[in-house]
Nanobody, 124 residues
Framework: VQLQASGGGLVQTGGSLRLSCAAS????????MGWFRQAPGKEREFVAA????????NYADSVKGRFTMSRDNARNTVYLEMNSLKPEDTAVYYC??????????????????WGQGTLVTVSS
């Protein structure tokens, strides 16, 4: 599976962005998908994950109620809708996939495939 993330940019506090992650491969629909982020000088941290049907989700407490993850298996794409953005959301956002992980898995080590990252900058 190859992943291509897009949709990042500069937004003001309180604004919204939608990230997309396009995947190649016929087995995309069988993969758990995740979003992670990494701010400068910090470790990569879990943001959200979605099971292969898209019906079960897992969110970090810091984004719960503001971010929504979804997937369109027909389009081989996952999305991260980000609302009420805060300066502390500034980071490079990565999508990730794994064929055997659980959507409860919040560890970057639990995902086999990674996209290249897309930068989100929230200005105060």
């Amino acid at each position: 599976v190859q992943l291509q993330a897009s949709g990042g940019g500069l937004v003001q506090t309180g604004g919204s962005l939608r990230l997309s992650c396009a995947a190649s491969g016929r087995t995309f629909r069988l993969h758990v998908m995740g979003w992670f982020r990494q701010a400068p000088g910090k470790e990569r941290e879990f943001v959200a994950a979605l099971n292969y049907t898209g019906r079960r989700t897992n969110y970090a407490d810091s984004v719960k109620g503001r971010f929504t993850m979804s997937r369109d298996n027909a389009r081989n794409t996952v999305y991260l809708e980000m609302n009420s953005l805060k300066p502390e959301d500034t980071a490079v956002y990565y999508c990730a996939a794994d064929p055997t992980s659980s959507f409860y898995n919040r560890s970057p080590g639990g995902y086999s495939w990674w996209g290249q990252g897309t930068l989100v900058t929230v200005s105060s």
